[in-house]
C-alpha cells in the first residue's frame, strides 16, 4: 500500500464504490480516505442523492468529495476500489481499466466472480462488513487518527451489513472492527438510530405494495418468494425496504424487482444455504454474497425479467432433501445376539452392505450400533462366524432425525465415514440413509448444475487436503526439510508419488519433535533408495521381501523407505503378507488413524497434507481410534500400542476402541503371539515417560496375564513402579553420562515378586538374550539379597557399602533404590551413585617404587588400603595418599619386634 500522499497535484488518486452504494459502502470509502490521504472520493452515479445528501449536510467535512463529471479521467493514476470488483458497477469509471499506467488496488469482501477487476493490490476476504478490512490495513500501518465521528460512520457500515452482528456471514474479524471503533469514540446511539430508523409515509407506502404484491412459490422444493413493483423516479433505500420486508415477514429467501427510471433493479435476501443469491443475480450481471445480492437490468420488461428470474431459480436452486426424503424403511437390522454368520446371510438376503443392530429393551428395539459387510467378511475370514454381531459392531453410531437437511446428513457421512446413517425420530430407528443414497443425490443435483457426475464424488469423498508447506518451515530444520524436498524431486524423476507419513506427521501436529521420517513410495520403494543414495552418498540396507529399505548418510542420519503395500493376514496374530498398493491403501493397514496422516512431496504438490480417515479431527479431539473393528483381531499387538500412544500423548482410547480390546482379550487372540512380539511392545512401553500409568492401563483391559499369568497389579507393586520413575528421574538429573536401560529397571519391579523359576519362565517365553536372562534371573536375586543386607546392617563404612554395591550394573541397583522403603538405604545407594562409584586414587606403580617398595603382591595390598581410606574420608589428597603408602610400607618392611621379657619379680 502506497502510504505517502499525493506528490504530483497534477496526478489523481480517485476512490470509488458500487452503484447504489449502501452504509458499508460510504464507510469503506471514508476509511480508504484515511488510507490514501488527499485522494478524491467519487461516487460512480447519480443514484445516491438521499446517502449522499445525509453526509454532505452533516459530517460534509470528512469527506474530499468530488462529482463524477469533473474528474479529468487523463489526470487519474491510480483508482482505489472499496466493496466491489465488478466493472459494471463502477459506472463512468470503468473506462479507466482500460487507461494504461493507471494503479489500481481493491478493497472487497464479496465472492469472487467471472470478469473481476483485478489490481496490483487486492485486499479481499470474505468478512461480513467490508470496512473491516480497511480498518485492518488502518490498524496494521499505525498513527492514524480516526475522531469519534469518523469511528461513528465507519461503525454505521459494519452493523447495517452484519445485521447487527447477526448476519450468518459476520466473522469474528468484524467484532475485532468494531472494538476498535468503539474505543475511539463510535457513537452507537447514532448507529442505532439510522440502522433502525422510522420509515416516512412514501416508503410505508411502497413497503406496503410489495408485501401485497408478493408470490410465493416452491422451487426444487424450497419456498422462494418474489415481489415486483413500479415507480415512475428512483427510490432510495430499496434494499432497506427489502430487508425490512424479510424480516417482518420471515422469509427464507426474497427476489425483490423494482423497475424504476426504465432500470429494474433487483435485490435479494437469503437465509438458506440452497439459495445462493450471489451465484442467481451473477447471471443477470449482478452480485454479492450468497445471503444478499443484486442486480441492475436494462432493455426488459418487468414481466420479462421476473419470467428470467424464475427460470434461473429452478436451474440454480439446490433441491431441499430431508432425512424422511431420503430414507428407505424399515431398516433392516439384526439382534446384538445374532452371530456373525447368521448377519452375512442377512446381507445377502437383502443385498445391502451394512446392518443396524438392536437390542430389545422394554419392549422396544434399542439401536446399540451397525455392522458392515466388510466387518463381517473379515470376521469369516478369521473364523469368527460363531461370534456375536455384538462383540465387533461399531458402537459410535452418528444418528439423524427426519428433519434433518441434505447438508447435515452429507457432513455426519463423510466425517464419520459411515455406510449407513440411522434416522432416529422418537428414540425409534425409523429409517437408514446409505452412503450410495447420498451420492445418488449428489450426483443428480451437479448434473442439475451441468458438472459431470464424477465431481459430487470427488467432492464427497476423496481425502481432506490442505497445503502445509508454510507451517512446515516453521517446524522443521532446514536440513529436514532439504531432505524432504530432494526426495520428491528425485521421486518425480522416476515417475513415482513421494509421501512422508506416519508419526513423523502425527508429531509435526502435536508439536513434538520427531527426526524419525517415513517414507512411502508409490512404486518400487527399493529402487528409489538406490537411487535417491547414489545422489546423496548414502548407503542403503534393502529388504526385498516387504518392499522396504533403509537410507543412511554418513553422519548416521536414516530414512525408513517402503513401498506403498497393503497387508492381509492369514489367521488371527500371524504376521503380515505383503502386496504392492497405493498410498490409500497403504494407509488403511495402519493400526489407529493419528497415524494415517501423508505430506506429498513431489515438487507440483509438496508440502500437501492428505487426510483419509479423520486423523486430524481424532488429534483434535484427542482419540486414539482403530481403522475398522477387526483391527485387533488381525494384530493383538495393537492393543499395547493403542495404550502406549494413549499415555504418550494423554489422549483416550475411543469408547469403540476400548470395546474391540476388551474383546480381543476374551477372545484370547493373544495366544498366538509369539513371546518376541508380546517383549517387543512391552518393552517400548516401558521405555516411555510414564510407564506406571501404561501398566495401570494394561491391567484395567487384562493385559498383565497375556506377559504372564501371575503378573497382577497391586497397590505395594503400583507404589515401587512410581517410586522407579522419580529414581529415575533423580537419575538421569545427575547428568553422568551414562547410558542404561531405563525399561529393565522397570521390568526388574515387575517381576520382583516372581521367584526364580517363574522369572526364568519369563524370559524363556520372551526369547531373552542370555545376558538380560542372567540379569532379570540371578543378578536380581542377588540384588534383592544384597538389599536385605543393607535394610538390616546400615550404618557402615563407605568401603563397606562401595564393595556391597560395585558388584552390580546400574539397572540393578536403580532397581534396589527403587524398591527400599528405607530412606536410610535409598540415602546410601544415592552417595554410592554420586560419589563412592567414581571414587579412584592417584597413586601409582611408580610412586611405591620411588618409595622402595619393590613389585609384588604388596601393590596390591597398599593400593587396596589406600583405596578403603579414599573411600572412607581418611585419604582425601595425593599427599594423604603417599603418607598412608608410606606407612604402610614402612609397617611391612619392620620386623615386627620381639615382645620385651616379662621381668620377674621377687
Given at each position: ?7 504530483d497535484?497534477?496526478?489523481?488518486t ?9 452504509f ?48 479529468d479521467?487523463?489526470?487519474v ?36 466472480g467471472?470478469g ?11 468478512t461480513?462488513?467490508n ?12 498513527g ?34 468494531a472494538?476498535f ?7 452507537l ?6 440502522i433502525?430508523r ?18 410465493r ?12 413493483i413500479s ?16 424480516r ?7 427476489f ?19 439459495v445462493d ?13 450468497a ?15 421476473e ?25 433392516i437390522?439384526?439382534?446384538a ?12 438376503r ?10 430389545k ?7 446399540l450400533?451397525?455392522?458392515?459387510r ?26 439423524v ?15 464419520t465415514?459411515q ?8 428414540g ?11 451420492l ?20 464427497s ?47 509435526l ?24 543414495a ?7 540396507h ?54 494415517t ?23 483434535k ?23 502406549r ?7 483416550a482410547i ?9 474383546n ?10 509369539s ?11 516401558l ?14 483391559f ?14 505395594p ?10 529414581v ?12 542404561y ?13 516372581c ?13 531373552l538374550a ?17 538389599l ?7 550404618p ?23 524398591i ?6 535409598k ?6 551413585c ?26 596390591r ?13 581418611r ?12 606407612r ?17 619379680e621377687?
Open positions: 500500500m502506497d502510504r505517502a500522499s499525493q506528490r497535484p497534477a496526478e489523481i480517485v476512490i470509488t464504490t458500487h452503484l447504489n452504494a449502501d458499508d459502502a460510504l464507510a469503506s470509502l471514508l476509511a480508504a480516505q484515511k488510507l490514501y490521504p488527499g485522494a478524491r472520493v467519487v461516487f460512480p452515479g447519480s443514484q445516491e442523492k438521499n446517502l449522499r445528501n445525509f453526509f454532505i449536510s452533516s459530517m460534509a467535512y470528512l469527506f474530499n468529495m468530488a462529482e463524477v463529471n469533473s474528474i479521467l487523463d489526470r493514476k491510480r483508482l482505489v476500489l472499496v466493496d466491489t470488483r465488478q466493472p459494471g458497477r463502477i459506472g463512468r469509471l470503468a473506462d479507466l481499466l482500460e487507461k494504461p499506467g493507471v494503479d489500481i488496488h481493491v478493497y472487497d469482501h464479496h465472492p469472487p467471472d473481476d477487476i483485478r489490481g496490483r493490490l487486492e485486499v479481499c476476504a470474505p461480513g462488513a470496512v473491516t478490512l480497511l480498518i485492518e490495513a488502518i490498524q496494521a500501518r499505525g492514524t487518527e480516526i475522531s469519534p465521528d469518523e469511528a461513528t460512520i465507519m461503525c454505521l457500515g459494519l452493523y447495517e451489513d452484519t445485521g447487527s452482528f447477526t448476519f450468518p456471514s459476520t466473522t469474528e474479524r468484524d467484532f475485532r472492527a472494538a471503533l468503539l474505543a475511539r469514540g463510535a457513537n446511539n447514532v448507529v442505532s438510530d439510522l433502525a422510522e420509515l416516512n409515509p412514501a416508503q410505508v407506502t411502497l413497503l406496503n405494495d410489495m408485501i401485497q404484491s408478493a408470490n412459490s416452491q422451487v426444487n422444493g424450497v419456498e422462494v418468494v418474489m415481489t415486483s415507480r415512475e423516479t428512483y427510490i432510495p433505500d430499496f434494499a432497506f425496504l427489502v430487508q425490512k420486508m424479510a417482518m415477514e420471515n422469509l427464507e429467501a426474497i425483490a424487482l423494482a423497475l424504476m427510471e426504465s432500470k429494474i433493479y433487483i435485490v435479494a435476501r437469503s437465509r438458506l444455504e440452497e443469491v450471489g451465484a442467481i443475480l451473477a447471471t443477470l450481471g449482478g452480485g454479492g454474497h445471503y444478499a445480492a443484486a442486480a441492475t437490468v436494462k432493455g426488459q420488461t418487468l414481466a420479462q425479467t419470467h428470467q428470474l424464475l427460470q434461473i431459480l429452478f436451474e440454480k436452486v439446490r433441491a431441499r432433501r430431508l432425512a424422511r426424503h431420503l430414507m428407505s424403511a424399515p431398516a437390522g439384526a439382534d445376539d445374532v452371530s456373525c454368520e447368521e448377519a452375512n446371510n442377512l446381507l445377502t437383502y443385498n445391502v452392505n451394512a446392518l443396524l443392530v438392536t437390542a429393551r422394554d419392549g422396544r428395539e434399542d439401536l450400533g451397525f455392522i458392515t466388510q466387518v463381517i467378511e473379515k470376521a469369516l475370514f478369521h473364523k469368527l462366524g460363531a461370534v456375536p454381531v455384538r462383540e465387533y459392531m461399531t458402537t459410535e453410531a452418528a444418528t432425525g427426519p428433519d434433518a437437511n441434505l447438508a447435515e446428513i452429507q457432513k455426519k457421512i463423510i466425517d465415514k455406510r449407513i446413517l440411522p434416522v432416529v425420530e422418537g425409534r430407528v425409523v429409517g437408514v440413509i446409505t452412503r450410495t443414497d447420498l445418488n443425490v449428489l450426483v443428480g443435483q451437479r448434473q442439475s448444475e451441468h458438472e459431470p457426475p464424477a465431481e459430487a464424488l470427488r467432492e469423498f476423496n481425502p481432506r487436503t490442505r497445503n502445509v508447506t508454510k507451517f512446515m518451515q516453521e517446524r522443521l530444520s532446514p536440513r529436514i526439510l532439504g531432505i524432504l524436498k530432494e526426495i520428491g524431486e528425485t521421486a518425480s524423476r522416476l515417475g513415482c508419488g513421494a509421501f512422508v507419513v506416519g508419526g513423523f506427521v502425527r508429531d501436529f502435536l508439536y513434538r519433535s520427531d527426526e524419525d521420517v517415513d517414507v512411502v513410495i508409490e512404486g518400487d520403494g527399493i529402487r528409489f533408495a538406490r537411487a535417491y547414489r545422489l546423496t552418498g548414502a548407503r542403503i534393502a529388504h526385498e521381501k516387504f518392499g522396504t529399505a533403509v537410507i543412511i548418510y554418513p553422519d548416521g542420519f536414516k530414512i525408513d523407505v517402503a513401498s506403498a503395500r497393503m497387508e492381509y493376514y492369514k489367521f488371527p496374530a500371524a504376521l503380515p503378507v505383503v502386496e504392492m498398493s497405493s498410498i490409500k491403501l497403504d494407509l488403511y493397514r495402519r493400526d489407529f488413524t493419528i497415524n496422516l501423508a505430506i506429498q512431496l513431489n515438487p507440483d504438490r509438496f508440502g500437501v497434507l492428505i487426510d483419509f480417515f479423520n486423523s486430524q479431527k481424532d488429534i479431539e484427542m482419540s486414539i481410534r482403530v481403522l475398522h473393528n477387526l483391527s485387533f483381531v488381525e494384530d493383538p499387538t495393537r492393543v499395547f500400542r493403542a495404550i500412544f494413549e499415555q504418550r500423548f494423554s489422549f475411543s469408547r469403540l476402541t476400548a470395546g474391540l480390546i476388551h480381543a482379550v476374551s477372545m484370547d487372540f493373544f495366544r498366538e503371539l513371546g518376541r512380539r508380546v517383549f517387543s511392545e512391552l518393552r517400548q512401553i521405555e516411555e515417560e510414564t510407564p506406571p500409568a501404561a501398566i495401570a492401563r494394561l491391567n484395567d487384562g493385559l498383565l496375564k497375556v506377559v504372564h499369568p501371575s503378573l497382577a497389579l497391586s497397590k507393586l503400583l507404589t515401587r513402579l512410581n517410586a522407579a520413575k522419580q529415575l528421574s533423580w537419575y538421569d538429573l545427575l547428568f553422568l553420562d551414562e547410558s536401560m531405563k525399561w529393565a529397571v522397570y521390568f526388574l519391579v515387575l517381576v520382583h515378586h521367584e526364580k523359576g517363574k522369572a526364568e519362565e519369563i524370559c524363556v517365553r520372551f526369547e542370555p545376558r538380560l536372562r542372567k540379569c532379570f534371573v540371578q543378578d536380581r536375586s542377588n540384588a534383592e539379597r544384597c536385605y543386607w543393607l535394610e538390616r546392617s546400615l557402615v563404612e563407605n568401603s563397606g557399602l562401595y564393595h556391597r554395591l560395585s558388584a552390580f550394573r546400574t539397572e540393578l541397583i536403580l532397581f534396589m533404590m527403587a527400599t522403603n528405607q530412606e536410610k538405604v540415602k546410601a545407594i544415592s552417595l554410592y554420586t560419589n563412592l562409584r567414581r571414587t579412584s586414587i592417584s597413586l601409582k606403580g611408580a610412586d611405591l617404587k620411588a618409595l622402595g617398595l619393590e613389585p609384588g603382591p604388596m601393590y595390598r597398599v593400593f587396596q588400603a589406600v583405596f578403603e581410606a579414599k573411600l572412607n574420608g585419604a582425601g589428597t595425593r599427599e594423604d595418599e603417599i603418607a598412608l603408602a608410606r604402610l610400607i614402612h609397617d611391612h618392611n619392620t620386623p615386627a619386634a620381639d615382645p620385651p621379657a616379662r621381668r620377674h621377687d
